[in-house]
């Protein structure tokens, strides 16, 4: 069953192959509008549940727009509106749903959650975003840096601050892509062991420093995330506040990276903390677009779990 739980199941070769399709198809639709469906509506007929656990903007409305778009539908799922909420199990919930729809999107508290439903519910399953990773988020961000620098292989990334789940997804994104990765954060945020000792055996170059002037130094692109995650207790908000602060994002920092370096955030982005509004809102910043390709990488991936790319 081809799901997409995280970029490290793919080829470098698969993960191009996406991309080139959300380029294609971004390219293809230029005018129209957003609710109509692209020439070809290769997902007519098919309907996607998107299940959220947790809070979502571009997630939930991306998905839904791309399968508008491919020519299918989507039905959004609070978790607490389904049974899910009142203790009914995943692989039952997943059982159903597999025989109601033709694909799950999902965002979740624990991965095992995504892992379960991928088990049971006999349709492709999505990653929409757990504690552990956020493949989908990826897939745009490549978009987005391709289209600023025309290329992936050989950039140089710097991720400044939190380690969390964008940071996983972007270390193995960047170890099958030829691409240095650089952290700069302080030493207890940093990466899980387990996933930089499989960067490494990929050939992946993943450079970890205390010193954020250092992990911006040549980088091509500069980005950074919230330091309070979904996932995070709010016991922790204080501590992390205080310990990350010296790795806000400012002009000053982004002066260190290339002359050319463009700022990339997955969104919401709380400016002041993680990154100063000047950057953010400055010219060198693309989230926007970023969060635009969302829905161009997201057809693709949709129509690779579907077996319709290529
Ligand atoms: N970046 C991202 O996943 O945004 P949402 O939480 O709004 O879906
Ligand atoms: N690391 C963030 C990403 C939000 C899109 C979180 O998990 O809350």
């Known amino acids: 069953m081809p799901h997409f739980i995280d970029i490290a199941d793919f080829s470098k070769e698969a993960l191009l192959a996406m991309l080139a399709e959300a380029k294609r198809r971004k390219a293809a639709r230029a005018g129209l509008p957003k609710g109509a469906a692209d020439a070809d509506a290769p997902l007519a007929g098919h309907v996607l549940a998107l299940i959220f656990e947790k809070p979502s903007t571009r997630t939930r409305t991306s998905f839904d727009m791309a399968m508008r778009q491919l020519g299918g539908g989507a039905m959004t799922l609070n978790s607490h509106d389904l049974q899910l909420g009142r203790g009914e199990s995943i692989e039952d919930t997943a059982r159903v749903l597999g025989r109601m729809v033709d694909g799950v999107m999902a965002r ?6 995504i892992t379960a439903l991928a088990e049971h519910a006999g349709v492709p399953v999505i990653n929409g975003l757990s504690d552990l990773s956020h493949p989908c988020q990826i897939m745009a961000d490549l978009q987005t840096l391709e289209e600023h620098k025309s290329r992936l292989e050989g950039l140089t990334v710097a991720w400044v601050g939190d380690c969390a789940n964008v940071t996983r997804s972007w270390i193995e994104a960047a170890a099958l892509l030829g691409m240095t990765f ?47 995650s979904m996932h995070h207790r709010e016991e922790e908000k204080a501590r992390r506040m205080a310990d990350l602060m010296p790795y806000q994002v400012t002009p000053e920092l982004m002066a260190k990276a290339k002359e050319d370096a463009i700022f990339m955030h997955c969104l919401p982005a709380h400016r002041g903390e993680e990154v100063a509004a000047e950057v953010i809102d400055g010219p060198r910043s693309v989230v926007f677009d970023e969060a635009e390709n969302r829905l161009h990488a997201q057809k693709a991936v949709l129509l690779h779990c579907f077996g319709k790319l290529g």
């Open 182 to 228: 650089k952290i700069g954060a302080p030493q207890g945020y940093w990466p899980d062991e387990e996933v930089l000792a499989w960067a490494d055996e990929k050939g992946g170059e993943v450079l970890i420093t205390e010193d954020p002037a250092e992990a911006v130094e040549g980088a091509d692109c500069v980005m950074t995330d919230t330091w309070i």
């Open 108 to 113: 979740v508290h624990e991965h095992e959650k």
